[in-house]
């Protein structure tokens, strides 16, 4: 008997009322499945409906048309299975590192003491300890996002959902926390989809890419990224394969960007 997929798109459609009245199709009959334990990048032209996509499996939206799934069953809400890392910081500013880590345990009833202690422990695999009293505003971009990444998976997430987590962060910074996402990831086991509008960060750190069509959005094509791991960050972008992937990628994405471009001028 076939393992079941962590997530499942099948023939889904997704569309939206604009302010003058006109419908706009976000997604037409998409396709994508996530295995478990399968990291998964989501790439395409801007405005294309990536976020749309994370959006349907987390259960914050329905679609129209088609079937979203998490281990088989129909997505029909907000699923305590999944976790989300937004693009935006989604910490709590009233609260110190170690309240926002504690709040998804106290939330879903663990004891206080309990819950302090795992929230300790991630503090320290974040590398953030010494910062348990420190609120956001006295936290760098990259400091935020370790809490942000130590707040979902003290969860224990099953599908980890990731909308271009580390698009605001400066390149060095950026490296760091990919390796550290890697490094959580293997220990966790979860599915992840990940949204980027990096080609070399979808590269780097996924087991597939899957290139979106212009909108509507369809899946165009899906990459299998053949790269051993653990991999190393700094230096993986200057392998041949990497080069040669990147290469293939970029064409294939390149028409789906010249033609967004050409239907938003005609």
Excluded at 2 to 16: D, E, G, H, I, P
Excluded at 32 to 45: K, M
Excluded at 103 to 119: I, Q, T
Aim: hydrophobic share 45%; with cysteine; glycine share 8%.
């Amino acid at each position: 008997m076939a393992a079941a997929s962590a997530v499942a798109l099948k023939n889904v459609a997704r569309r939206f009322v604009t302010p003058s009245g006109d419908v706009l199709s976000a997604l037409e009959g998409f396709d994508l499945t996530v295995a478990p334990g399968e990291f998964c990048a989501i790439v395409g032209p801007t405005g294309c409906g990536k976020s749309t996509t994370l959006g349907l499996v987390s259960g914050l939206a329905q679609p129209q048309g088609g079937t979203v799934t998490l281990f088989d069953a129909p997505v029909t809400g907000v699923d305590r299975r999944v976790g989300f890392v937004f693009q935006q910081d989604a910490v709590f500013p009233w609260r110190d590192v170690l309240g926002n880590v504690m709040a998804g345990p106290l939330f879903r009833g663990v004891p206080r003491a309990k819950a302090e202690a795992e929230a300790r422990d991630w503090i320290a695999r974040v590398g953030l300890t010494g910062f348990e009293q420190h609120h956001p505003h006295q936290l760098s971009g990259g400091m935020r996002k370790r809490v942000a990444l130590a707040q979902t998976f003290i969860n224990k997430p099953e599908v980890l959902l990731m909308d271009e987590p580390f698009s605001a962060l400066d390149v060095q910074t950026r490296e760091l926390m990919q390796e550290e996402l890697l490094s959580l990831w293997a220990q966790s086991g979860a599915a992840v989809l990940f949204v980027t509008h990096d080609l070399d960060e979808a590269i780097l750190l996924a087991d597939r890419v899957a290139v979106l069509t212009t909108r509507p959005a369809r899946v165009k094509s899906v990459h299998t990224i053949d790269l051993p791991r653990p991999r190393n960050i700094a230096t993986l972008r200057y392998d041949e394969r990497f080069v040669a992937i990147a290469r293939r990628l970029s064409d294939d994405l390149r028409d789906e960007v010249l033609r967004a471009r050409r239907e938003a001028t005609a």
